[in-house]
């Protein structure tokens, strides 16, 4: 599948299995998992979609992107 690479906002690919994201244009090749936090960092309105990838949130308070 086609993404966004967010490093360099070309067009980046998305493993079938949702297990790697690579760009041949940066060479960026991570996991889907940092893959969103990268998005997030990048873009404000998709912090919320951390919280998808907590373990347990409870008894926690929310944090800032750099406690991901």
């Known amino acids: ?6 490093k360099c906002d070309k ?17 960026l090749d991570v996991s889907y998992g940092e893959y969103v936090k990268l998005i997030a960092y990048k873009d404000a309105r998709y912090t919320d979609i951390l919280g998808d990838y907590a373990k347990d949130t409870s008894g926690t308070t929310s944090g800032t992107l750099d406690d991901w």
Do not use: H, T, W
């Open 1 to 6: 599948m086609k993404i966004k690479c967010p």
């Open 11 to 27: 067009i980046a690919e998305l493993g079938d299995d949702f297990s790697y994201v690579k760009c041949s244009n940066c060479s």
